[in-house]
Every structure is written in C-alpha cells, then in structure tokens.
C-alpha cells in the first residue's frame, strides 16, 4: 500500500511588505504586501495585495487567512512577531532591501546576511530576534 512512488507537491504562500519597491520599513504600519505562491520551489503567483487598516493584528490576521505561512518585512514589534507565530505565520522581520533580491535571498536562505539588515540592526537586538526566529 505505501510502496508506490506518489509525487507530493509542496506548495506554499509568502508575503514581503512593501513600499516603492522596498521592503516596506515598518510591518507595524504598512498597508501593502507582494503575495507569492510557490509550488516546488517555483513561482505559480505574484499578486499585491491591501493590508487592512488597524492594528498589526488586524494585518496578521488578514495574512493568516489569505494562507501566508512566511512573512518577510522591516521593523516588527514583538508583540506583533509574538501574534505571527500564533496564528502560524513565520516572520522574518528588520529585513530591507529591494522585493526581488530579497525574495530571492529568502530563497537561497541569505536574508540574516547583513546587506538584507535594516540600518542600524547589523549587531545588537534587531539582528539575534532575527535569528532566533530562524
């Protein structure tokens, strides 16, 4: 019964802030997301969408239900990062940078390089909460 060979598809769903096509610098207060859809490691869709006004939870809850499972953004509050994991969402905050490189650092598993950190977050807090969510 398990013995035959069955091809599994692994599909998933990212959301990047962004802002002038950016990272959007703060999750907190941002009010746009580029949704990507993967399937096997490639690209099935691309489509922006509007975070809801109100609070970060407000925003994460949005994301939770259009099936995000990794969130790469700027600045994050704790809380905020704290409400991601419990609605099952993987954050991957203080990040900056240009949406397509970031992307694809996220990707290649490069975004805690320090050209992806945000200014002033290259030592100290920002950067160990980054890794610690890794």
Same mark, same amino acid.
Do not use: Y
């Given at each position: 019964?398990f013995?035959?060979?069955?091809?599994?598809?692994?599909?998933?769903?990212?959301?990047?802030?962004?802002?002038?096509?950016?990272?959007?610098?703060?999750?907190?207060?941002?009010?746009?997301?580029?949704?990507v859809?993967?399937?096997?490691?490639?690209?099935?869709?691309?489509?922006?969408?509007?975070?809801?006004?109100?609070?970060?939870?407000?925003?994460? %809850?949005?994301?939770?239900? @259009? #099936?995000?499972?990794?969130? !790469?953004?700027?600045?994050?509050?704790?809380? /905020?990062? $704290?409400?991601?994991?419990?609605?099952?969402?993987? %954050?991957?905050?203080?990040? @900056? #940078?240009?949406?397509?490189? !970031?992307?694809?650092a996220?990707?290649?598993? /490069?975004? $805690?390089?320090?050209?992806?950190?945000?200014?002033?977050?290259?030592?100290?807090?920002?950067?160990?909460?980054?890794?610690?969510?890794?």
């Amino acid at each position: 019964m398990f013995g035959t060979d069955i091809a599994f598809k692994q599909t998933m769903k990212i959301a990047l802030t962004m802002w002038q096509g950016r990272i959007a610098p703060v999750f907190d207060v941002s009010g746009r997301a580029l949704l990507v859809e993967l399937e096997d490691g490639r690209t099935l869709s691309e489509r922006e969408l509007e975070l809801p006004d109100g609070t970060p939870l407000d925003k994460l %809850a949005f994301l939770a239900e @259009a #099936g995000v499972e990794e969130l !790469v953004c700027g600045a994050m509050s704790r809380p /905020a990062q $704290l409400a991601a994991e419990g609605v099952g969402i993987k %954050a991957h905050p203080f990040v @900056a #940078g240009e949406l397509k490189e !970031v992307f694809q650092a996220w990707g290649d598993g /490069a975004l $805690l390089e320090p050209r992806f950190s945000m200014p002033g977050c290259r030592r100290g807090c920002c950067r160990r909460r980054r890794q610690n969510n890794n």
